[in-house]
């Protein structure tokens, strides 16, 4: 008889009620909660028994695998590899007294797990040094259920973590890393890759208890052109380089897919680490305006391109383009350039050139309608075919934003322009039968297959006579 079997007949003779058949879908259950992958027949039967206030004490192998982990086991230990690494907090417990904590993600060649480490241990010699991949040896910890039922690992006074360089199955960071074309919809302690389409960007927030938060938001694309939003909470630009180039690798250690508003989503935490192609200083750009708008701080948004006609997204913190006009062609030091997203504040300058006939004007970047491709960035100009619309939309999340939206064609096709939020101002000043050009359009996928044009922050919607 296996050492399954004897459990569950340890649990029928304590619990004489339950059948054979009672304990097996209540496995099948457990299994389904925590998700597939993450828990055995006898880690899920020790979850069960837990339920019932019971305590299986069958001896526990010394060295276990992740996937064997139940809640209540003690002094195991194994053998396993960093995925990642969050720095040490310092909380502070009822009586006022300060504890530390730090998380860890660690994985072997059939899950993953979440390891806590407290107080001293949080602060153990050379846990800073640990880098992804790194193979460990866990002592003598002991596991508990966290708030989802996951088991975790904790690392308390008696329990340790060492180090260790033995030739290992347990897969590389390499080999574990997946590409954005392969993720699916409940996938968590995942190391993706991709590269960096568009912006990246910060946020500021209050969270539901009031705290302040933040974020890091960008887009990656697969290896089959496909693209995904990226949330990173909890991170800031402090973590990614001051230069990364358009179309510059991405990988990103410690996320989970989960579906957003527009599709499937990675999510990260303050845990996620991001390794960006990307250097420590900025260096210069020429290029040509092609449209100044204004923020609602009174900020210049600007759309130039480059002789190599790639756009740049270039916000202005410190009116240093106050002396800029429409076509213009500028050098500029940046402080900071994320793919083709540049901010100027008041370490930058911006000074005018002489005009560069081979950097494109904006009539030359125009694009034809039925030119227009998935993802792309566009400049058009169309006659407006339909009296634009505003309409509140209802997020999952039970947010209503505004949306608004104009059907507009030229000579090559037809095509809805559409602006959420802040941008659905824009279309609201249009009017049927005006011919408008449109700057900084972002095509995406819409309803049956057909493309749509969305307006960006750094939109220009101008009238022509």
Not at 58 to 66: A, S, W
Not at 162 to 180: F, G, L, Q, R, V
Not at 401 to 409: A, K, Q
Request: net charge negative; with cysteine; hydrophobic share 35%.
């Amino acid at each position: 008889m296996s050492e399954f079997d004897i459990l569950v007949e340890k649990l029928l003779e304590l619990k004489p009620e339950l059948t054979k058949s009672d304990i097996e879908e209540q496995i099948k259950q457990k299994k389904e909660k925590i998700g597939a992958g993450y828990l055995t027949d006898q880690g899920a039967l020790f979850l069960v028994a837990s339920d019932f206030g019971i305590t299986l004490s069958e001896p526990l192998k010394v060295e276990m695998g992740l996937k064997d982990l139940y809640a209540g086991a003690k002094e195991i230990s194994l053998e396993t590899r960093v995925l990642n690494l969050s720095p040490a907090k310092q909380f502070s417990r009822k009586d006022g007294s300060p504890f530390y904590l730090r998380t860890m993600t660690v994985y072997d060649s059939d899950s993953t797990a979440s390891v806590k480490l407290w107080d001293e241990k949080a602060n153990l010699p050379g846990i800073e040094n640990l880098k992804p991949g790194d193979l460990i040896k866990i002592i003598k910890a002991y596991v508990k259920s966290d708030l989802n039922g996951t088991p975790t690992i904790n690392i308390g006074s008696g329990s340790n973590i060492e180090a260790i360089d033995n030739n290992s199955e347990i897969p590389t960071i390499e080999k574990i890393t997946k590409d954005i074309g392969e993720l699916k919809e409940g996938q968590k302690d995942l190391v993706v890759s991709g590269i960096l389409d568009g912006l990246i960007s910060s946020m500021e927030f209050t969270n539901s208890r009031g705290q302040p938060g933040k974020a890091l938001r960008m887009r990656l694309k697969g290896k089959d052109g496909n693209a995904m939003r990226v949330v990173l909470w909890g991170k800031d630009e402090s973590e990614i380089p001051n230069m990364i180039s358009q179309g510059a690798k991405v990988r990103l250690l410690g996320v989970k897919v989960r579906g957003g508003n527009q599709g499937l989503e990675i999510h990260g935490s303050d845990s996620t680490l991001i390794d960006i192609e990307g250097g420590k200083e900025a260096e210069p750009i020429i290029a040509r305006i092609i449209s100044i708008s204004t923020s609602e701080n009174g900020k210049n948004m600007i759309l130039a391109v480059d002789s190599k006609k790639n756009f740049y997204n270039i916000a202005d913190l410190s009116n240093s383009t106050a002396i800029c006009n429409e076509g213009d062609v500028i050098e500029c030091m940046p402080s900071k350039v994320y793919g083709n997203s540049v901010t100027l504040d008041e370490n930058s300058f911006v000074r005018k050139i002489e005009n560069d006939e081979s950097i494109p004007s904006k009539s030359q970047l125009r694009t034809k309608i039925n030119d227009v491709k998935v993802d792309g960035n566009y400049c058009i100009e169309a006659i407006i075919l339909k009296v634009p619309e505003r309409r509140e939309v209802q997020t999952k999340s039970g947010e209503s934003i505004s949306l608004s939206e104009m059907f507009v064609e030229d000579d090559t096709g037809q095509i809805w322009i559409k602006g959420w939020r802040n941008q659905a101002r824009l279309v609201d000043k249009c009017e049927l039968g005006e011919i408008i050009s449109v700057t900084a359009l972002n095509a995406k996928a819409g309803l049956e297959g057909r493309i749509e044009l969305f307006l960006t922050p750094f939109s220009k919607i101008t009238k022509k006579n």
